[in-house]
C-alpha cells in the first residue's frame, strides 16, 4: 500500500487484448487501456499486465522510434490518430508519462481517466548530458541502469521484469535513447497541466531520484481532479516487478476515480 496519499482517484492506458474481453468490453460499451513505456524500453515491459488487465481491451503502443523534435508530442499525436473515436483509460510510465500528458491535453474528451506513474510535467535538464554520452557511445551500464530502476532484493529475486530491462538496455537504440533523454530535459507542460480535467493519478516511488515524489505532487496540486500516492519502498521500475499488484492498483485507482 502506498505510504501517503492524497485526493481522488483516476487512470489508465491502451495495450493488447483477447478477442473475447474485447468483445465483453464492446458490448458494455466501455474504454480500452492505453499503456505507455518509457525509454529505452519496449512496450514488452508491460506485456504481463496487460494480459491480467482483461476487464476492456488493452493497446500497447510502440514508442521506441523517437522523433527528432518534439518528440511526446509528435508521439500522442500519431497515438491520438491511431485510437481514433474510443474513449481510453490511459497509463504511462516514464517517458511514456508525458507522451500520456500529451494525449489527454490533445483528447481530453477521450480520456476517460489518466495515471501517471514515476513521471514529470517539468524539465530534467541532466538528461541532456547523459543524452550526449549515450550519442557518444559511451552509455549508464547496463548494471547502473537497473541499480536505478530497481531495489536491491528486486535484483536478487531477479524476476521477469529485471531479466526483460536487462535484455532492452543490452539492444537499445542509441539513437532513440539519446532522442527520448533530450525530450525529457526539455519537456514541460507545467503551464497547461491545469487544463487536464479528467480524474488523474499520480504515482511517485520514493526511491525515484529523476521523477521524484515531491516533483510528482507538486504536479498534483496543479490538477484539479488529482489524487496522489506515494510508494515509499519503490524505486522506478518497481511497479513492473509484480504484474498481478500492478493491474489491480491501476484497475482499482480506474474504479475509484470514476465512482
Not at 524500453?41 to 523534435?69: E, F, H, I, M, N
Request: hydrophobic share 40%; with cysteine; charged share 20%.
Amino acid at each position: 500500500m502506498p505510504e501517503r496519499s492524497r485526493g481522488p482517484g483516476p487512470h489508465d492506458h491502451p495495450a493488447e487484448h483477447s478477442r473475447d474481453s474485447a468483445h465483453r468490453t464492446a458490448t458494455r460499451g466501455t474504454s480500452s487501456w492505453v499503456l505507455l513505456h518509457g525509454t529505452p524500453l519496449t512496450p514488452a515491459v508491460w506485456r504481463d499486465t496487460a494480459r491480467l488487465l482483461s476487464d476492456q481491451p488493452v493497446l500497447v503502443p510502440d514508442c521506441t522510434r523517437v522523433p527528432v523534435t518534439h518528440a511526446q508530442g509528435t508521439l500522442a499525436a500519431r497515438l491520438a490518430a491511431a485510437i481514433g473515436d474510443k474513449t481510453v483509460d490511459v497509463v504511462g510510465h516514464s517517458f511514456g508519462g508525458q507522451i500520456a500528458i500529451d494525449l489527454a491535453l490533445l483528447r481530453p474528451q477521450q480520456v476517460r481517466s489518466l495515471t501517471i506513474l514515476c513521471s514529470r510535467d517539468t524539465p530534467f535538464p541532466a538528461f541532456a548530458q547523459t543524452a550526449e554520452a549515450v550519442r557518444a557511445g559511451d552509455p549508464p551500464s547496463v548494471e547502473a541502469s537497473l541499480n536505478r530502476w530497481f531495489t536491491a532484493e528486486e535484483l536478487r529475486a531477479e524476476r521477469p521484469a529485471i531479466r526483460q530491462a536487462r535484455s532492452e538496455l543490452e539492444s537499445a537504440s542509441r539513437a532513440h535513447w539519446a532522442g527520448a533523454l533530450d525530450a525529457i530535459a526539455t519537456f514541460d507542460r507545467s503551464s497547461r497541466s491545469t487544463e487536464l480535467t479528467m480524474p488523474v493519478a499520480l504515482m511517485a516511488a520514493g526511491g525515484d531520484a529523476v521523477s521524484t515524489p515531491t516533483v510528482m505532487e507538486e504536479l498534483s496540486t496543479r490538477i484539479s481532479r488529482a489524487s496522489f500516492a506515494l510508494h515509499a519502498a519503490w524505486m522506478h521500475m518497481s511497479p513492473f516487478v509484480d504484474p498481478s499488484r500492478l493491474a489491480t492498483l491501476l484497475r482499482e485507482t480506474r474504479d475509484a476515480a470514476l465512482a
